[in-house]
């Protein structure tokens, strides 16, 4: 069973992190997933920076540049990942868009996340009726699930057929915008959470978007499974150093 799946199974709330692979410093990446896990983190989403990041907040697009600068590639994102499994148990998604993929070789793409140990993969900007109809068989093919978003604007329709092709847990994002923390959900979101947890759907949803802090979770995993927090950490690891994960992840448990 992939790691996702077994996660999701268990009885909690799941917090998982976003980090832009390459940021602060270059070979900062593997210290980074480590922290995460020993310090409680469920899941980590591994953000392979492109230079055109359409859904990212500022936050998010500065740790993107800034790792491109600082030489951050494919290539040495899998070799920096080549061993991650011998001490990290996790799951771990490689969060990033379209093109680079396609670059590297869907097919090999794909192949190369199998071999080292990568459970999933969040592509933003591949449509959903692309991948059903070209890639699905591929991802299938090396155990690898696909997790697509949706938002307050996506119809019900449309939400159910994402839910049909899914093999793991629904993005949610919290609102219409780009990645960045928010004080709090209003009642447009709060209603949008509502709406989605009473259409028992067949996979968990994971809120993204706007989680900030230990308040901002608790609203977000009211009706959902979990919650993933990607500017808010970013914006810690700039402000504090790599070496303060633990007092990031504390904050938001407790």
């Known amino acids: 069973m992939n ?35 020993q310090n409680g983190v469920d ?38 990942l080549q061993d991650i499994r011998k001490s990290v148990f996790i799951p771990l998604i490689i969060m990033g868009y379209f093109n680079p993929m396609l670059q590297y070789g869907v097919d090999a793409f794909c192949k190369k996340c199998q071999e080292i140990g990568i459970d999933g993969l969040i592509i933003p900007d591949l449509p959903v009726d692309v991948y059903h109809e070209e890639y699905q068989k591929t991802f299938e093919k090396y155990g690898l699930i696909n ?76 009706t959902a499974k979990g919650a993933i927090i990607g500017s808010a950490f970013i914006k810690h690891l700039t402000e504090h150093g790599v070496d303060s994960v633990a007092d990031f992840v504390q904050k938001i448990r407790w």
Request: glycine share 8%.
């Open 147 to 222: 997790v697509f978003l949706i938002t307050p604007q996506t119809s019900d329709e449309r939400i159910r057929f994402i839910d049909s092709i899914s093999n793991g847990f629904i993005y949610m994002v919290s609102s219409a915008s780009v990645t960045g923390s928010k004080a709090g959900f209003g009642n447009t979101q709060t209603s949008y959470f509502e709406r989605i947890g009473a259409m028992q759907l067949a996979n968990p949803q994971i809120v993204g978007f706007g989680i900030s802090n230990s308040e901002t979770f608790q609203q977000a995993t009211n």
């Open 43 to 80: 899941m980590i989403e591994i953000g392979l920076p492109f230079s055109d990041p359409l859904a990212d907040g500022p936050t998010i697009q500065k740790s993107s540049t800034a790792a491109l600068h600082n030489g951050m590639t494919t290539e040495i994102l899998f070799e920096q």
């Open 3 to 37: 790691r996702i799946n077994k996660k999701l199974q268990e009885n909690k709330k799941l917090l998982s992190i976003y980090f832009t692979a390459g940021y602060p410093v270059l070979n900062d990446t593997v210290k980074i997933i480590k922290d995460l896990e």
